[in-house]
């Protein structure tokens, strides 16, 4: 067990560092082809953070641990939501410029309810999946169009987060680090997270949903608190709302038009519900005042909290 822990905690540790030299690599590559630093920016700040969860959910895919997977997408929403954004509020305020973070968070809601219907039978075939990925490019889309009408404040955060140098032979080396780190990462966390699963008598659905999803977002909370202090709270958002997205949408959308899918009986009665119910409790802090505080990040820390106890003592 001791091993399994060290090869879960290394592997996480590699995920992060390929994460970021991932990132670091693709804003670097795209602005040398043209792209925009705003419109790579707004990309990187939303679907970034995702990379992680990405690399873990193929070498699940590839391991026939779908379960895992479907764990690991829908419970890092459920982190996302509740523990990174209620922390960096704990943290300090979040004040929000960004006029387009309330309509990604109500096409995050409408996606998971779309899910949600989806998955009534018990099932995600390869159509469904096709359409999940689809409105994942619609939405990028919007987001797209939609950033250019934000404030110059705004815009300048975005411009310095994909701020990085544009050298070709640079960041292909970062591209290639990146890929050597992910795929040895997502290898030791899958690995040491099913021994550990096993030794802790879970199932490979809770594997995904509590400690690989907490643990891949451990660098994420720490930026994310980070970014709190340093009153960037339309980062903070940003990245929470576009990376619950890219996991529905991509990232599910994906598997299921690889391999349709076979949903665990608590997906939509529990999980799914959790990060719906979750998206309907921001929405109100994101309207009300264009900011969330220290006692409402609080709150959301205690949903998690909540959702916590109850898979354990429902489905452990």
Same mark, same amino acid.
């Given at each position: 067990?001791?091993?399994?822990?060290?090869?879960?905690?290394?592997?996480?540790?590699?995920?992060?560092?390929?994460?970021?030299?991932?990132?670091?690599?693709?804003?670097?590559?795209?602005?040398?082809?043209?792209?925009?630093?705003?419109?790579?920016?707004?990309?990187?700040?939303?679907?970034?953070?995702?990379?992680?969860?990405?690399?873990?959910?193929?070498?699940?895919?590839?391991?026939?641990?779908?379960?895992?997977?479907?764990?690991?997408?829908?419970?890092?929403?459920?982190?996302?939501?509740?523990?990174? &954004?209620? %922390? #960096?509020?704990? !943290?300090?305020? /979040?004040?929000?410029? $960004? =006029?387009?973070? @309330?309509?990604?968070?109500?096409? +995050?809601?409408?996606?998971?309810?779309?899910?949600?219907?989806?998955?009534?039978?018990?099932?995600?075939?390869?159509?469904?999946?096709?359409?999940?990925?689809?409105?994942?490019?619609?939405?990028?889309?919007?987001?797209?169009?939609?950033?250019?009408?934000?404030?110059?404040?705004?815009?300048?955060?975005?411009?310095?987060?994909?701020?990085?140098?544009?050298?070709?032979?640079?960041?292909? &080396?970062? %591209? #290639?680090?990146? !890929?050597?780190? /992910?795929?040895?990462? $997502? =290898?030791?966390? @899958?690995?040491?997270?099913?021994? +550990?699963?096993?030794?802790?008598?879970?199932?490979?659905?809770?594997?995904?949903?509590?400690?690989?999803?907490?643990?891949?977002?451990?660098?994420?909370?720490?930026?994310?608190?980070?970014?709190?202090?340093?009153?960037?709270?339309?980062?903070?958002?940003?990245?929470?709302?576009?990376?619950?997205?890219?996991?529905?949408?991509?990232?599910?959308?994906?598997?299921?038009?690889?391999?349709? &899918?076979? %949903?665990?009986?608590?997906?939509?009665?529990?999980?799914?519900? $959790?990060?719906?119910?979750?998206?309907?409790?921001?929405?109100?802090?994101?309207?009300?005042?264009?900011?969330?505080?220290?006692?409402?990040?609080?709150?959301?820390?205690?949903?998690?909290?909540?959702?916590?106890?109850?898979?354990?003592?429902?489905?452990?």
């Amino acid at each position: 067990m001791a091993e399994a822990l060290g090869l879960f905690a290394l592997g996480l540790l590699l995920l992060a560092l390929g994460g970021d030299s991932a990132v670091k690599g693709v804003s670097g590559l795209a602005q040398r082809l043209g792209v925009k630093p705003f419109a790579a920016g707004l990309l990187l700040l939303a679907f970034g953070t995702s990379i992680p969860e990405l690399a873990v959910n193929l070498r699940a895919m590839w391991q026939q641990q779908v379960h895992l997977a479907l764990g690991n997408a829908i419970g890092s929403n459920v982190v996302n939501l509740g523990l990174s &954004l209620g %922390l #960096a509020a704990l !943290a300090a305020p /979040l004040v929000l410029r $960004a =006029r387009m973070l @309330v309509p990604m968070l109500v096409l +995050l809601a409408v996606a998971t309810l779309a899910l949600m219907v989806l998955g009534l039978d018990g099932y995600v075939g390869r159509i469904e999946g096709a359409v999940l990925l689809l409105g994942f490019f619609a939405v990028t889309g919007l987001m797209l169009r939609h950033g250019r009408g934000e404030d110059a404040e705004v815009q300048a955060e975005v411009v310095a987060f994909a701020s990085t140098r544009t050298g070709l032979a640079q960041n292909l &080396l970062r %591209l #290639a680090l990146s !890929a050597v780190l /992910l795929y040895f990462g $997502a =290898r030791w966390v @899958v690995s040491g997270g099913l021994e +550990l699963g096993r030794a802790f008598g879970m199932t490979p659905l809770m594997v995904g949903l509590l400690p690989v999803a907490i643990g891949t977002a451990l660098p994420e909370i720490a930026a994310a608190v980070a970014a709190a202090r340093r009153g960037q709270g339309d980062m903070v958002a940003g990245h929470v709302i576009g990376s619950s997205l890219f996991n529905l949408l991509a990232i599910v959308g994906g598997m299921a038009l690889v391999q349709p &899918l076979a %949903l665990p009986a608590s997906f939509v009665k529990f999980e799914l519900p $959790a990060v719906l119910l979750l998206t309907l409790l921001v929405y109100p802090l994101l309207r009300s005042g264009r900011r969330v505080t220290q006692q409402e990040g609080g709150i959301l820390c205690l949903f998690f909290l909540a959702w916590v106890v109850l898979e354990v003592l429902l489905f452990l």
